[in-house]
């Protein structure tokens, strides 16, 4: 454990000092812009997602941490005894587990990593925490608000409310609990930040 540690703590360290480059990020197709909205059809993916407790800042930084230690190491390969590395994705997401719009009551949050896209479910390595699982996920279609700055609990969920009232606006449905999918580390300076709020629709 110690190593895998001191593993993140390098690579994330490359990581986000930008010695590590062309960091994967999911497929997808722009069906519609309109300023800072755009309607996206998402390619199927694979994640690695656990569940925690606390606020929202507690909750992401728990989350990431146990996903970062599966992706580091702490796995067994589909075809070894041992472990194996899995490359950095973007963005990490971070999804409350009660209402939305009431982000400050949410005391339980889904946080995922999209994996590789070499990777399937049956050649991924596999993870030795319990608390960390892998997931398919089926091609969706998301309204997502784009924006720079800080991200606090009212914050995200102010813009929620927006992305929200531009779906009803737009006579879209809504279908899934809104997510904030963030690409860039804590110290990121604020303008060069790069936040979403991502809200699952039906098929426009």
Known sequence: MKKHKHLIGLVLALLWTGHVMAI???????LRSDGSYEIRQYAPILIAETLVEGDMDEASNKGFRLIADFIFGNNQAADSVTDAK???TAPVTVQPQKDALNMQSAEQWRVNFVMPSQYTLASIP???NSA???REVPSKHFVVLKYSGFNT?????SKTREATNWINSHNLKAI???QLSRYDPPWTLPMFRRNEIMIEISAP
């Open 24 to 30: 994967e990020e999911p497929k997808y197709e722009v």
């Open 86 to 88: 899995i490359a950095m």
């Open 126 to 128: 596999k993870p030795k």
């Open 132 to 134: 960390v699982k892998l």
């Open 153 to 157: 609990v009212s914050r995200v969920q």
């Open 176 to 178: 899934g609990t809104p």
